[in-house]
């Protein structure tokens, strides 16, 4: 299976992987990842091995360079001898990769080389979230798919890390709060004065302990939160960024009472392990995105900047179904932080409830 570079894609790629291994129990299941990406697959049960693609950075990637890189790794994997090859990934140098490698039968989507490159190609329906769109492959290929349900897994060495790091915080049992900041795209970002005001209300109106968990790249972003904080609310706020890498965010995430932030794959391994989630959308599409199979809130600004449908007019209307979102590109600027709060606390008022949404 091909599924390279962003974490979110690849965790909504575990119900395909479940659904493969039941059809194929004795294969031997690859998942070529890229080195971002892949931890959150180590402890998946239904692949065999992970295949880091490391490919040249993109700022600097050459064309020359690519195809060399290419040509290499097609070279590399055809002499593993694949008779298969899902290509979760639309690109056209995922597609190319598995022509050139030989892999007899290929399935990828519609639009990325099909028809000349891939034994079988899927058309990508609009709306459908990421999940369905992965298991409509297995169904093109006339393999059984279940229910979709989402699942994670905790090596326990993971696990006993991440409980020394949560020991020490003296939380006396106080509701814990993963807090999701951060994106690599600009237009998904949350006014940070906003999301430091609803973590002051967290810890002070309702007693929580909230945390921060991400890369080198997310460090000026958690600083900026903890300086609009403030001491007092601060000293609740932990970032274990520096301790945890990729797989064992996972390990402190499974510890959750509540997930929240802006689209970002920190919020698909939350609900991967079934942590309640408040997903805040602006300039992507919530019905392929959203959190898949736990409670989710998604939060939807009401000030359209670009949409697909000309007669579209009311983005809460629709939104209010809870169901479906209109295709459009919103602002983050108009979420409130009412609006927000209302959301977790309905969420933490049902927490003791099991139940799963897809």
Known sequence: MVRTRFVGDTV??????????????????????????????????????LITWSRPPRRRRLL????????????????????????????????????????????GFAGQGGGLLLSRSVP????????????????????????????????????AK???????????????????PQSTCWEKQWPLDRLAAVI?????????????????????????L????????ASHLHDFSSSLNLRETGGLLARM?????????????AASFGVPVVALFGPTNPNQWRPWG??????????????????????NAASALKSHWPRCEASMDDIGIEEVMAAIDRLLAARLCPTRVQ
């Open 12 to 49: 909504l790629a575990i119900p395909f992987l479940r659904n493969l291994r039941q059809a194929f129990p004795s294969a031997i299941i690859d998942v070529l990842v890229e080195p971002a990406s892949g931890g959150v697959l180590a402890d998946c049960p239904y692949k065999d091995e």
């Open 64 to 107: 020359p360079e690519s195809l060399t890189n290419l040509v290499a790794y097609a070279g590399w994997l055809r002499g593993r001898g694949y008779t298969r090859a899902y290509v979760l990934k639309r690109a056209l140098s995922s597609t190319l990769l598995v022509r050139l490698a030989g892999i007899p039968h290929s399935v």
């Open 124 to 159: 990508i329906a609009e709306d459908r979230h990421e999940v369905e769109v992965f298991l409509d492959q297995l169904r093109a290929d006339g393999l059984p798919v279940d229910d979709a349900h989402n699942e994670n897994w905790v090596s326990p060495a993971t696990a």
């Open 162 to 180: 991440v409980e020394t790091l949560l020991e020490a915080v003296e939380d006396g049992g106080r509701t814990r709060v993963f807090i999701a």
């Open 200 to 224: 002051a209300r967290l810890v002070e109106e309702q007693g929580c302990e909230c945390f921060l968990c991400g890369g080198p790249g997310d460090a000026a972003t958690h600083q900026t």
């Open 226 to 233: 903890k300086r609009l904080l403030g001491p007092g609310p």
């Open 257 to 269: 009472d509540l997930c929240l932030g802006i689209d970002t794959g920190l919020l698909h391994i």
């Open 294 to 315: 736990t409670r989710c809130e998604v939060i939807r600004s009401p000030r359209v900047m670009h949409s697909r449908h000309h007669r579209l007019r009311d983005v």
